[in-house]
């Protein structure tokens, strides 16, 4: 039941907002989209660097988020959503390759190799910070150990070909789903040593949806497709949006999640799109909100202050009594909502509703700023219905991965672009009975040729052109970027240098070259290219070739006429190219070795230059017909020489 709104709560209300106003500013206006949401980004993620045991790799659970931390323990989903979280962090430079790779290892090898302990593979919910040792009676949670899974199949293909995919790929395998289900059709949710097996299983629709794809994924322990093709899939409709829904109050987290890692955008099972429905979800949630704002004072009705077309998302989260809620909205009937937002159910749905959902979180930044803004971003929920207002002290390792990784596949794509590429997944999604429903085709993977260029510095690439999907059409564009280091995974793409100017591709098939240019000389250059199609599908890495760019020798290009008639042509033109910049003198000899003139041409950049020389001797008299040797010398030392007539 909902507490009526009295006049004094709505007095307090308006105060609070005032207040924060003031003091917080509108700060989020000034920003662009791009601005604001990069900085979202980044405070979210500091949570998974700072709350962590750098020991062992553990992430805590939660954290407060305006003052000192208070808790020991650690979550599985945390450390899931965590080990994403870091390969983000390292594509936008915010930690450097070797923080990353060497956090990611150590937490991984925590789970292969102990103190974190397993059944059959599947891990406990929460763990101690320092030992790993279980927390208290917690359960072994089927859910919570497909979200580690999950991260570490994305850490191990971010870091492709190292021993991260390597103990990344153990750890999945040892997953023996066919125990978790206790010999029957679908996933047991949970298993205690005191109680063994609960009496839950993931047999409707839910955030499950990433379980199944793991579970039927396996390579050693598969389930079989019917604990997919068998779940409940409750329909619901609400102010026009029809959808499955979640029974029985749809939280937006169960949508949320499974979209994270896995690009459902152009797919359909049993003519259902998955994002789209977790769109409609979105929109519907939002709509709930609007319908239940409370702008009448003490109307007796069940509305909220809260709740505003820029206030809005229910999903699970602290809630004001100091318990968790799944909080949800319409379709599903069984509501308990009380008036709390949680800022991560708009952030972890940008990608479904990108124009209402930074919308709200620019509103809730600008005028809650001062009250619910803290170290690790966006506080876990707020409540304006409840005297005082509350809002949560702490941030949730949950929440704070769904927004983080919400708001990159929104910018980039980036978390679809490299979980899409690990081939359990893949295969799971084919024998689950999803289809494409629009272009999920790559272009052809390219394999790439280096040679040194004609000019210092310059290395000339070379590659057949791919099509727009696999070998067939055009494809839309290409990345090209270089690195010291070898280009073999997708950690060490983000560390390399861009390449500006990539040509315009050619029809599939075509010879393609480019030249990538003032490059060190005599230093070891790894390429690699990517091709991308018209709707962002991008091919993977290409081969990455090396390749050290030369120093060319300063030379002599051309004399010019050749023979020389001075009577006649008045000016024999000479022209020459430097390697670098040099003082350049140029000296002229006749066929005896004998200096006949020089002069200084001055000091002059890297590239080509031309000087004239009347054919005067040092004593400005004509000279004698014959053969003469012009030399060019760069900071005192030759370089190059070419021989000349000249005709009287």
Not at 233 to 246: D, E, F, K, S
Not at 599 to 628: A, C, F, L
Request: proline fraction near 4%; charged fraction near 25%; hydrophobic fraction near 35%.
């Amino acid at each position: 039941m909902r507490t009526n709104i009295n006049i004094r709560r709505v007095f307090f209300a308006l105060l609070f907002f005032i207040s924060l106003s003031l003091l917080g500013g509108f700060p989020a206006q000034g920003m662009s989209d791009e601005e604001f949401l990069d900085m979202v980004e980044e405070e979210t993620f500091w949570f998974f660097w700072n709350e962590a045991n750098p020991s062992n790799g553990l992430i805590q659970d939660r954290a407060r988020n305006f003052t000192s931390d208070i808790y020991n323990h650690a979550s599985i989903a945390s450390v899931g959503f965590g080990l994403t979280a870091i390969c983000v962090a390292h594509s936008r430079g915010w930690i450097s390759y070797n923080q990353a790779y060497n956090r990611i290892l150590t937490t991984l090898k925590t789970f292969r190799d102990g103190p974190v302990e397993n059944e059959n593979g599947f891990f406990y919910h929460f763990l101690d910070m320092d030992t790993g040792a279980r927390y208290g009676t917690c359960e072994v949670s089927s859910i919570d150990t497909t979200l580690f899974l999950a991260g570490a199949l994305f850490a191990g293909q971010y870091f492709k070909g190292t021993e991260i995919e390597t103990v990344a790929d153990e750890l999945y395998r040892a997953a023996d789903w066919e125990w978790m289900s206790n010999s029957t059709e679908f996933v047991n949710m949970s298993w205690t040593p005191e109680f063994l097996f609960g009496s839950s299983y993931w047999n409707s629709f839910n955030e499950g949806v990433l379980l199944d794809v793991l579970a039927i994924g396996s390579p050693t322990y598969p389930k079989n497709v019917d604990c997919w093709t068998d779940i409940t899939r409750p329909p619901g409709t609400y102010a026009g949006y029809n959808l499955i829904y979640c029974w029985p109050n749809n939280p937006l987290f169960v949508h949320q999640y499974p979209h994270i890692w896995i690009d459902f955008r152009r797919k359909e099972y049993a003519g259902t799109n998955y994002f789209e429905n977790s769109k409609k979800a979105t929109l519907a949630n939002r709509q709930f909100c609007i319908d239940h704002q409370d702008d009448t004072e003490n109307d007796g009705d069940d509305d909220y202050t809260t709740y505003s077309s820029k206030s809005w998302g229910l999903t699970a989260g602290d809630d004001p009594d100091g318990g968790y809620t799944a909080y949800g909205a319409e379709p599903g009937g069984g509501l308990n909502d009380d008036g709390t937002v949680q800022p991560t159910a708009s952030a972890g749905s940008i990608m479904f509703t990108p124009e209402e959902s930074i919308e709200t979180l620019k509103y809730m930044y600008d005028n809650y700023k001062s009250n619910i803004w803290g170290k690790y971003g966006f506080c876990d929920g707020f409540n304006l219905d409840r005297s005082p207002d509350w809002r949560a002290d702490d941030v949730i390792g949950i929440s704070q991965g769904a927004t983080m990784l919400a708001i990159e596949n929104y910018r980039t794509g980036m978390v679809w672009d490299v979980f899409m590429q690990v081939p359990y997944v893949t295969d799971a999604l084919n024998k689950m009975g999803f289809y494409d429903t629009g272009d999920n085709t790559r272009p052809e993977e390219i394999d790439l040729k280096t040679e040194a260029g004609s000019n210092t510095g310059d290395v000339v690439l070379s590659w057949t052109a791919p099509g727009d999907d696999g070998s067939i059409g055009r494809a839309n564009e290409y990345i090209i970027r270089y690195s010291e280091r070898e280009i073999t995974n997708y950690a060490a793409w983000c560390e390399a240098n861009d390449v500006a100017g990539e040509p315009v591709p050619k029809d599939a098939g075509g010879k393609e070259t480019f030249t990538v240019s003032n490059l060190t000389p005599g230093r070891k250059y790894y390429f690699a290219i990517r091709a991308v199609d018209d709707v962002g599908n991008k091919s993977i890495l290409s081969s990455s070739p090396s390749a050290s760019p030369e120093r060319k020798k300063s030379k002599l290009n051309k004399i010019y006429p050749n023979p020389f008639y001075p009577a006649k042509d008045r000016m024999a033109n000479i022209s020459y190219n430097l390697n670098r910049e040099a003082n350049v003198v140029i000296e002229v000899y006749n066929i005896a070795g004998e200096l006949v003139k020089e002069w200084n041409d001055g000091y002059k950049s890297e590239g080509e230059h031309q000087t004239d020389w009347e054919g005067r001797n040092r004593g400005e008299r004509q000279v004698s017909s014959g053969i003469y040797i012009i030399l060019l010398r760069e900071n005192g030392v030759a370089a190059d020489r070419k021989k000349m007539a000249v005709i009287k």
